[in-house]
């Protein structure tokens, strides 16, 4: 019996032990799974996050043929390109574009050039055989004037109608000549008017080849000056590279970068952008260069955004000057920007995560001793991770990272607050609503005295 009792005494033994590891079990999972934060006090930056990439803030332009429309090409192909980062003097080649259009061209007006070359000769010839036939006419026409003169000379003593026959063929003579002469400087104006016309396209496809040389001439692309290449990005956002088009509305192929002054050139979404102002100060982080760190400010906000490729939303362009100069940075580096927008001293400020929001308040699950509550707060501004407390929490309390079990039937504290916190946003919509009628009375006066100036007219 006593055998049996001790038997039954150890198996009791032995189950509360394992209810007791499985309870102790169960707390300490309890515990592992509640992450405990405190609430602390510091300077807390608000900052805007964006990535961007490095840009030299002056550079020279590598341009093709600057008269392409000139000679009526409008797109021109790259087939040769020197590697992007080659290091060029001036004059140094950089690129070759495809000349066949060009060429194409060239070989059309030399054509017409020549047969326009033949109709100009040929014109040429043409006037001056017709106009020598004009002037041998004349010579001969003056020859007979004068032989009329002689014969009226010599018939003076002859009869009255053989003088008056000599008068007449003189006359006649005299009227022939002069019709002569005046036929003659019409002929030599319709000449001259004909060459004109001729000389004219002459010189026009004349222009025409050797605009089509002086552009051949610059398909082969050198360097303007010393510095490094770094290829242009088209439309899209893609580089330029062997099989690119340039138009020639943009002909820019490289440019030379001036690395002694760099921009970061990133882009902040429309939310964000009315917080962004000129001259605030920046983080810059480069993505090659994880150690190293620099500072900046923002240099420029556009005033319109503009929709990325692949995007639905709307950005606006930043550009953030670099304070430091250093050898290591290249354009087209990636890099990481920290814009700060809001310094604030020695405030309360508690992680993200651990706030529960709706429509109407914001809370936190707040540890007071031994029970949890539901600690209604007042916040303010905020950055990636953590968020300003201005209301209903004190430094070194603790709070729940992650809900604890059975939220709901914990019990609210700090009504007051969401009490202070309504009655400031009906303040604050009833001091809209005001302004909205002072504007709009504001509105209706100046109409009215627009219609009496009006009517004063």
């Keep these: 019996m006593n055998k049996k009792k001790i038997i039954i005494i150890a198996i009791v033994a032995i189950a509360i032990l394992i209810a007791g590891i499985i309870i102790i079990r169960i707390i300490n999972t309890n515990k592992k799974s509640q992450i405990i934060v405190t609430v602390q006090k510091s300077d807390f930056e608000v900052i805007v996050t964006t990535t961007g990439e490095l840009k030299s803030e002056n550079f020279e332009q590598i341009k093709g043929p600057m008269e392409l429309r000139l000679i009526g090409v409008w797109n021109v192909k790259i087939t040769d390109l020197v590697p992007e980062g080659t290091l060029v003097d001036s004059g140094d080649y950089v690129a070759t574009l495809d000349r066949t259009e060009a060429t194409d061209k060239l070989k059309t007006v030399?054509?017409?050039?020549?047969?326009?070359?033949s109709q100009y000769t040929k014109t040429k010839l043409d006037t001056n055989l017709d106009l020598r036939a004009s002037r041998d006419e004349l010579v001969n026409l003056k020859y007979n004037l004068e032989e009329k003169k002689l014969v009226l000379d010599q018939s003076k003593y002859e009869p009255p109608a053989t003088i008056r026959?000599?008068?007449?063929?003189?006359?006649?003579?005299?009227r022939n000549f002069e019709q002569a002469v005046e036929n003659?400087?019409?002929?030599r104006?319709?000449?001259?008017a004909n060459m004109a016309e001729v000389s004219a396209g002459l010189n026009q496809e004349v222009l025409k080849r050797d605009n089509l040389l002086m552009v051949l001439d610059k398909f082969v692309i050198k360097a303007p000056k010393s510095g490094m290449v770094i290829y242009d990005k088209e439309w899209g956002g893609s580089k330029r590279k062997v099989g690119s088009t340039i138009s020639s509305w943009d002909p820019t192929v490289a440019t030379l970068p001036d690395l002694t002054t760099m921009v970061s050139k990133t882009y902040v979404n429309e939310i964000d952008i009315s917080k962004i102002k000129v001259g605030q100060t920046v983080k810059i982080g480069i993505d090659a260069f994880p150690g190293r760190s620099y500072t900046g400010k923002v240099k420029e906000v556009a005033n319109i955004g503009e929709q990325l490729p692949n995007t639905d939303a709307k950005v606006f362009e930043v550009l953030i000057k670099v304070d430091q100069t250093d050898s290591i940075l290249r354009p087209a580096m990636s890099t990481s920007n920290l814009i700060l927008i809001g310094l604030f001293k020695d405030v309360l400020n508690i992680p993200l995560d651990a706030i529960i929001s709706n429509d109407s308040m914001s809370y936190v699950y707040k540890i007071e001793g031994l029970k949890k509550v539901k600690q209604i707060i007042w916040v303010g501004e905020s950055n990636e991770n953590r968020i300003i407390v201005l209301k209903g929490l004190n430094e070194g309390d603790k709070l729940l990272l992650n809900p604890p079990e059975h939220p709901?039937?914990?019990?609210?504290?700090?009504l007051d607050i969401y009490d202070g916190i309504?009655?400031?946003?009906?303040?604050?919509?009833k001091k809209q609503a005001e302004q909205q009628k002072l504007n709009s009375n504001k509105k209706h006066v100046k109409k009215q005295q627009q219609v009496q100036i009006q009517v004063n007219k």
């Design 422 to 429: 309504k009655k400031d946003r009906e303040l604050i919509k």
């Design 165 to 174: 026959q000599a008068e007449i063929d003189l006359e006649r003579a005299k």
């Design 408 to 414: 709901e039937k914990l019990k609210f504290t700090g």
């Design 184 to 187: 003659y400087q019409l002929k």
């Design 110 to 117: 030399e054509g017409d050039l020549e047969k326009i070359q």
């Design 189 to 192: 104006k319709k000449a001259i």
